[in-house]
């Protein structure tokens, strides 16, 4: 069974901070990171690595710098990796990316199952999954907390916003992988010597044999027009807690006053 | 180089870094002028461009010295464009249950429609739901499509994918929304891909930009840190999933009637199949439909204190959420969570209680219509959102608004 994990190296949102007098991102010294759902992804085939021998090969689209997080797979347990890089791939959105990823996952053997994180937590678009397996033409179950593998079959558990379904699909399928999964495994000191040393394969655009007209911004059909940071909330008030009693009712009375219950 | 579209000008730059402030991507830096052959001038770095940059133009706007320009890049679709009529919305409904987000999305839809004069239609999937399509032309549909199949019954993204992919290339519409919900944000992806046009995901602002008549699409980004516009200019149709309970619902006219197009298609069996369906979580859970959030954090300092979370939240009919460490400390199951990591809510009211408020909470929430937060430390970020702030212990705060309303 070969199971092929696609992850994003991605700036860690909990150090991004504004700056207040331009109102921009700060980024110096914001660290790089796995996106974490794609930790919970990567488990998931380490874990049928560990029970059923699959292979896991881990393969990102980025630039070069995104070779630190493929060595932090490969140090976790992954057998191979791949980092999908190349000028021509800049300001992919997500139909370009989706088109790269499926190119270079056919360069791949032929996996069973394909894997991604929920959604990448610097673009929040859940969008790359579902795009994979559309051009890969196979099925796609989206929000995953649970997979069994048996028989050449999967059984997963789908959440919806109130409940989940139990769902069975054959293989090969794509699937996208909650937080909620599991809890993703360090990575041995055995494994980080190892990944220290692996050499890491790279794919090109000609690699890929890539259209030119699908991939980057010409693959693009979206565009950022503008960006800026949202408004301050204004008009605030405070209540001082320290007797709490008053405090309890001269909220719920706010709140009543301006009919918010 | 070359495919990146944004062209330095070496003789201009002034190496002073502002493009390097504002871009949001992270895209340049100052390298010494030396490392790329440049003639010598009295600035010894200029400014470069990797590959994260995305064409925004934000540098371009920012640098004082003109010495940054956009080149038009050509997209090819291989449609033509003014072929593309008519405004879509996806009519999400679940066991027969018409979901609140299909009325916000017709809400919007109409303002949209109005504005580029052209029809709104709606596109309802579902078994036995065709009874169910006039209800739509209350709030502002002009067509209904219905495909009424019993293997249609439970939601299927590639069933759905293949219904409404076909429906698209058929009817060829300008624009399609549908809710950025567990259900909108699995197939819609997928059918962007098939008929090969952009989207946009969970969008909080549409409008119609006046002079070129494109949809303009605002949604947060970088876990809500930046707001950027994204437009669709040469692909059909202009495709956006939408966060719930943003878009305002507009009263319902129960005397419009419009027209109910019944499809047939062949449905071919999909693959995955549904075993069990399973509604777990009751109202105190469901975090996307309630209209109010009663949310603990790390400030409870134990699993026992969920207790007064639950019973605010049972006296003021609300759900209740939960921050990242109170999820991470065990206390309270994952599914409760609020936030970047979790689930992202617009209720109308918010309660946050001691929660401080780091930035992927306040991705997650910071949307909502008023927001109360009650925290010990006065310097907590939460209150930067928070329309009503209380400086104070929670433990004893939370069960005495409990009795305040239940007093009532």
Known sequence: MHVVVCIKQVPDTSDVKINPETNTLIREGVQSIINPFDENALEIALVLKDTQGAKVTVITMGPPQAESALRECLARGADEVVLVSDRAFAGSDTLATSYTLARAIETLDKPDLILFGKQAIDGDTAQVGPGVAELLDMPVITYIRRVEVAEGKLKVERVFEDGYEKMEVPLPAVLTILKEANVPRMASLKGRMKAKKAEIAMLSAAAIQADPERVGLKGSPTKVVRIFTPPKKTGGIRIDGTHPLEAARTLVEKLREQKVI | ?408
């Open chain 2, 1 to 408: 180089m070359s495919d990146i579209p944004l062209i330095i000008f070496e003789d201009k730059c002034t190496a002073c870094t502002k493009c390097i402030k504002v871009c949001p991507f992270g895209a340049l830096t100052m390298e010494p002028r030396e490392k790329y052959d440049l003639p010598a001038s009295r600035f010894k770095k200029i400014a470069v461009v990797n590959e994260k940059c995305t064409a925004c133009g934000a540098c371009v706007q920012e640098c004082p010295f003109e010495a940054m320009e956009l080149r038009e890049i050509k997209r090819t679709f291989k449609h033509n464009i003014s072929d593309y009529k008519g405004v879509w919305i996806f009519a999400e409904q679940r066991g027969g249950h018409m979901e609140d987000v299909t009325y916000e999305l017709l809400s919007k839809g109409r303002e949209l429609a109005d504005v580029r004069k052209v029809e709104l239609s709606a596109v309802l999937l579902g078994s036995g739901v065709k009874e169910k399509a006039s209800s739509l032309f209350a709030w502002g549909a002009d067509n209904v499509y219905v495909v009424d199949d019993p293997m249609l019954e439970e939601y299927n993204t590639d069933l759905y994918t293949d219904v409404v992919s076909t429906l698209i290339s058929k009817y060829k519409p300008e624009m399609m929304l549908a809710g950025a919900t567990s259900i909108g944000r699995a197939f819609i992806p997928r059918v962007a891909v098939r008929v090969q046009t952009g989207l946009t995901a969970d969008c909080t602002a549409l409008e119609i930009d006046s002079v070129r008549q494109i949809l303009l699409q605002t949604r947060p980004a970088f876990g809500g840190n930046i707001m950027a516009t994204i437009e669709c200019p040469d692909h059909r149709p202009q495709m956006a999933t939408v966060r719930h309970k943003v878009l305002k619902k507009i009263t319902p006219d129960e005397s419009r009637t419009g027209k109910i197009i019944e499809e047939k298609m062949a449905l071919k069996e999909p693959l995955s199949k549904i075993i069990e369906v399973l509604h777990e979580m009751g109202n105190q859970v469901n975090l996307a439909e309630a209209d109010i959030i009663v949310s603990g954090g790390r400030g409870l300092g134990g699993p026992e204190n969920f207790k007064m979370i639950e019973e605010l939240a049972k006296a003021i009919g609300g759900a209740v959420g939960a921050s990242r460490a109170a999820v991470d400390a065990d206390w309270i199951p994952a599914y409760h969570q609020v936030g970047q990591t979790g689930k992202t809510v617009c209720p109308k009211l918010y309660i946050a209680c001691g929660i401080s408020g780091a930035i992927q909470h306040l991705a997650g929430m910071s949307s909502s219509d008023f927001i109360v937060a009650i925290n010990k430390d006065p310097d907590a970020p939460i209150f930067n959102v928070a329309d009503i702030g209380i400086v104070g212990d929670l433990t004893e705060i939370v069960p005495l608004i409990t009795k305040a309303l239940n007093d009532r």
